[in-house]
């Protein structure tokens, strides 16, 4: 069953002539991973990637050191399925990857995967791509279809992004034989013959050098099984097939069948071998992965792997432990050690599958991670308002929302099979083949019934006639429920609430929620409002057409034109856009310039390996517009060196050439340039630049994964040992006593103190403070502190600033309150976050804030509920890709953080000292604390100790990869 991607037309069109032959830009969602089926996976030849693609529509690239997403692909792709990717493979060396699935034409797009690049558009099928292979030599590319044939395609030699002599790839043949869809496809490791498989039960060998017979020879399958999946073994002894029902079957190299394996409960769906031939490994609907051992095919192990139904399959090349898997709910990617049946790495997106949604008062919608459909505790998780935009994270009274409405007087909605809803006037019925099993329905106030299925949503009279089809949701529609007069809300499989027009079909709002609780909302014309780090979930996408790849620029790019809340809200509240955009003047088809363009010549490719501890980085930087800053960053932060600059000229676009010697201080550093221009800020991608390994060898800590074959590094190690630089700011007293806290100070210094021990752990060389408490922290010692940052940090250092204080908005603006903060004057005696933004900014080291400035004192106890406080804007200032900086603050938006003598600390710092120093947030248990797990368990103990009052965030700007924060003292 296949799903849509999120695509939601955008009336925006942007100036750039490429985008106005191609495309209108259309608004996507980017939760940083797939938010659909993943139907594919492989590693790449150097193990350091793994590569996957999805009913998203996307292709994703996966750094396995890291374990974080390093790049996203989007092709050519229009409304509805056309786009879904069913099925990828790699040429030898990882030249050219192909995908495939539900493209226009039914076409198979082959990508330089050095430069990601589309350099051929294959077509010949009338159905949808279910299956690629290519021949061991590259020279064939075998492709299977719906349509129950296999082409057989013949391809030059790919160069520097071009094919040798010009020549096209050709269509040689097509082979005809399957009754039905053709499934899978396989070659032999010698490339002497292919494998396929499909629905009509059969297994079918053909010989590649008597391809023009279109002859094959059908291997034996008990009981015409269906056939999922087909593979060689390595060594090429064995071939091997999948069928629904959960069986599996091995034949020879004679053809006989040799095994026929029935102890799997559940229908297969992939099959694949280790690299020495000697294990089985298959995965099922049940997300069980089942190890067989070769030649007996015995039984040797078994355990379930994903929550829900198992997609695909791939051992790391040249190694017998390291295997991926894909699927489940969440469309997660893990990577295991079959040895010891550990799971190493998880790749996986950011949003909260939404499958409940409730209709509360005044435009209040409850919302819930779980499929309920009676009234039960923790039903509804949180609650988001549209009318004021605002998000609850606590959890909310079940009673004070409604759910879906099934019964309306005496007429009753009765599903009376998966495919027909059941009125008193007649009959619903849904399509098996466009829509799918009807999944959610109600009764709306106009007296219709919105039907939510599979893959559509469509509002119906309720004699059965099809009104209209409310287009936006990508696949499974989980809940419908009626709001208000005239209002609709749906959940979806894509990770989506949505709100509708019922009257005209408009949609109006999409609201999308991570896990982290960060949260956007937009309208399709791409106003919106989000929390701090919300904005980084969605972009305009341009597609230049079937045979490129394309465009993706993050929504934050044009922030000072979108970010909008008061007209979003405007739409909402008129329950039209249009109109309303109109109304208040915006011009909504207004040109909106394109950003600049960055191309890299040195590194061309995106990772190099290099000796010494240097590189060399030249780049290239063309606009439309006035090119108004451009940054060199190395970890995130800015290269502060000499660099060499020459004009430069591109298709009428001017711009500059820069050449930068760069000092590495680390193994493995990310570089990455920021430009900023009238059209917007962009990002390049980014470039991997790692030391040879005998030039990094010593030092640091082993943090392998420490397999048979040597897995790579998490992280970079330093090649000289950093320094910290501690800055420690708490205030409990105040000249104005009535707003004293009662433990911000001891916070400080215990902060102090378990930053102090690092200095005896050997992976900081020395650790430097600064620490101001109560009188000594007043405006003007806070700003000298962030002076002692400028004068003494260098690249290689860790600067943290951790600040407990209180904080308020005055306007639009944010305040730290000092000492000696007058709340009569505050504007003039409160410290302003740019007050110290710009000098932060322009730190080599990377920073950390541990910002406690939402401090309201003791639970329960609110001091300064007179005043208005949500650091937000200051949280998305901070962090951003041009600040640069790494914050965790103790609480998110108007929420208040709170201290108690029970925990002896605020709760954000009892949960980083006990993260940190007792080393409860190491989960690799390698001794040191990152800030992936760092961040992960100081959400979850604060939420514990303040009862689901308090929730941190993190802010982590896109250019910061990974950062190591401590050791477990």
Sequence with gaps: MFKNTIILISLLLFTTSVALAQSTPELVLEPYGHSEIVRDISFTADREKVVSVSEDKTIRIWDVKSGELQKTWWGYAEEGKDGRLNAMSFSAGDKILAVGGYLKGNAVRLIDFAKGKQVATLKGHTNVVTSLAFSPDTKYLATASADQTINIWYLPVLQEGKFEGDEKPK?????????????????????????????????????????????????????????????????????????L????????????????????????????????????????????????????????????????????????????????????????????????????????????????????????????????????????????????????????????????????????????????????????????????????????????VAVGT??????????????????????????????????????????????????????????????????????????????????????????????????????????????????????????????????????????????????????????????????????EVVSEEPINEVKLLINGREVNVEKQEEPTERNGKAGKKLSFQVPLTESRSDLQVLVRSSGGMILSEKRLIELDRNESESGGNNTSLELDVNMPDLAGKPLVKPDIYLLSIGVSKYAQSQYNLQLASVDAQAITDMYTAQSENGVFSKVNVRQLTDELATKDEILKGIGWLAENVEQKDLVVIFIASHGINIGSDFYVLPHDADMRNPTKTALKWQDFAHTISKLPARVLMLVDACNSGMLGVNQLSDLYHDPTEFLRGMSSEETGVVIMSASTGKESSYEHQDWGHGAFTFALLEGIRDGKADVSNDQLVSLREL?????????????????????KPSTISSLMLGKVN
């Design 171 to 243: 269509l040689v043949k097509t082979l005809k034989g399957h009754s039905a869809e053709v499934y899978s496809l396989a070659f032999s490791p010698n490339g002497k013959y292919l494998l396929s498989g499909g629905m009509d039960g059969s297994v079918k060998l053909w010989e590649i050098q008597k391809l023009e017979e279109g002859k094959s020879f059908d291997l034996e399958v008990p009981k015409q099984q269906k056939i999922t999946s087909v593979g060689f073994s390595p060594d090429g002894q064995w071939m091997v097939a999948a069928a």
């Design 454 to 619: 599979g893959s559509s949503l469509k509002i119906y009279t309720p004699s059965g006639e099809e009104v209209m089809e409310l287009k936006g949701h990508s696949g499974k529609v989980w809940r419908t429920v009626p709001f208000k007069e005239k209002y609709l809300l749906s959940a979806g499989a894509d990770q989506t609430c949505r709100l509708w027009n019922v009257e005209t079909g408009e949609l109006l709002a999409t609201l999308f929620v991570t896990k982290g609780g960060e949260w956007v909302c937009w309208s399709p014309l791409g106003y919106y409002e989000a929390s701090a780090g919300g904005e980084q979930y969605i972009g305009w996408l341009i597609n230049k057409g079937e045979d490129e790849m394309s465009e993706f620029y993050p929504l934050k790019t044009y922030r000072e034109r979108y970010h909008q809340p008061e007209v979003l809200k405007a739409i909402i509240k008129n329950g039209e856009a249009d109109a309303t955009v109109q109304n208040l003047g915006l011009n909504i088809k207004e040109h909106v310039s394109t950003p600049a363009e960055i191309d890299w010549i040195t590194p061309s490719k995106t990772n190099l390996r290099v000796k010494g501890n240097k590189v060399k980085v030249t780049f």
């Design 935 to 955: 961040d992960l368990y100081v959400a979850e103990k604060v939420s514990e100790l303040t009862e689901g009052k308090q929730h941190p965030t993190t802010q």
């Design 245 to 448: 029902g959960g069986k599996i079957m091995v034949w020879n190299t004679a053809g006989k069948l040799d095994a026929f394996l029935t102890d799997l409960k559940a229908s297969v769906f992939d099959l694949t071998f280790s690299p020495d031939s000697k294990k089985l490994v298959s995965l099922d609907a049940t997300g069980r992965i089942t190890v067989f051992e070769a030649p007996v095919w015995r039984l040797a192990k078994s355990w379930v792997a994903h929550e829900g139904i198992g997609v695909a399959l791939a051992f790391a090349p040249e190694n017998n432990r390291v295997l991926a898997s894909a699927g489940g709910k969440e469309n997660r990617i893990h990577l295991w050690d079959i040895e010891r049946g550990r799971k190493l790495r998880t790749f996986e997106g950011e949003g909260k599958v939404l499958r409940t949604v409730a209709a509360g008062e005044n435009m209040n919608v409850g919302l819930g991670t779980k499929l309920s459909v009676v009234k039960t505790k923790h039903a509804v998780e949180m609650a988001f308002d549209f009318l004021n935009l605002q998000m609850d994270l606590q959890e909310q009274d079940i009673y004070a929302f409604t759910a879906e409405v099934h019964r309306k007087g005496q007429n009753v909605l009765f599903l009376e099979d998966p495919l027909t809803l059941k009125t008193k006037y007649g009959q619903i019925k849904v399509s098996a083949d466009q829509d799918k099993a009807i999944a959610a329905y109600t009764w709306l106030e106009n007296g219709n």
